[in-house]
T-cell receptor
Framework: GQNIDQPTEMTATEGAIVQINCTYQ??????LFWYQQHAGEAPTFLSY??LDGLEEKGRFSSFLSRSKGYSYLLLKELQMKDSASYLC??????????WGAGTKLIIKP | ETGVTQTPRHLVMGMTNKKSLKCEQH?????MYWYKQSAKKPLELMFV???????ENNSVPSRFSPECPNSSHLFLHLHTLQPEDSALYLC????????????????FGEGSRLTVL
């Protein structure tokens, strides 16, 4: 079957750096997405990786290794507003999105 | 107007009630989706409409009935639901290209929180 694994919950300190990992086993690969979802709000798109390497976008970066079935989302200079759930999703060979259960990130002062 | 709007935001219903969830997108996209989000579980895709035709129905029970009257509006009609159907129901839209249904990023609404008593 198809599977996306990511930690259920992580805690980090304001101003620090945190890395949220995502591993996947899917039928083919056509890209990996990261979404952010604040409590009670809509998920919003953060990043998209289809080639190996690091994509940087301000304080957020996303890394992909297709050979390892692995991605991470790196958040720098953490702010309290970064407290949210982070969803990893992989597009398989049929262009279907396979979702992880999300990682709840708690930022402490 | 925000990109994708869902109403109502909260809904409590009994198992014998009939209600509907509404979604409207103002982004000019050609595909719309219903997802179910339960605590600590991955998003579950329920239905997909592309150009107002249903292209996917992921073995969803018949007590959920979707309707897509045009490319901007999507409904989810609910009847004789079960308590386990309590969840957040998310609507999303995207721009789809080609026969292989390659979709760009999804734009989500804020969801309708459903509680079935």
């Amino acid at each position: 079957g198809q599977n996306i694994d990511q930690p259920t919950e992580m805690t980090a300190t304001e101003g620090a750096i945190v890395q949220i990992n995502c591993t996947y086993q899917t039928s083919g690969f056509n890209g990996l997405f990261w979404y952010q979802q604040h409590a009670g709000e809509a998920p919003t798109f953060l990043s998209y990786n289809v080639l190996d390497g690091l994509e940087e976008k301000g304080r957020f970066s996303s890394f992909l290794s297709r050979s390892k079935g692995y991605s991470y989302l790196l958040l720098k200079e953490l702010q309290m507003k970064d407290s949210a759930s982070y969803l990893c999703a992989v597009r398989d060979s049929n262009y279907q999105l396979i979702w992880g259960a999300g990682t709840k990130l708690i930022i402490k002062p | 107007e925000t990109g994708v709007t869902q109403t109502p935001r909260h809904l409590v219903m009994g198992m014998t009630n009939k209600k509907s969830l509404k979604c409207e997108q103002h982004l000019g996209h050609n595909a719309m989706y219903w997802y179910k989000q339960s605590a600590k579980k991955p998003l579950e895709l329920m239905f997909v409409y592309s150009l107002e035709e249903r292209v996917e129905n992921n073995s969803v029970p018949s007590r959920f009935s979707p309707e897509c009257p045009n490319s901007s509006h999507l409904f989810l009609h609910l009847h004789t639901l079960q308590p386990e159907d309590s969840a957040l129901y998310l609507c999303a839209s995207s721009q789809v290209e080609g026969d292989t249904f390659v979709t760009g990023e999804l734009f989500f609404g804020e969801g309708s929180r459903l509680t079935v008593l």
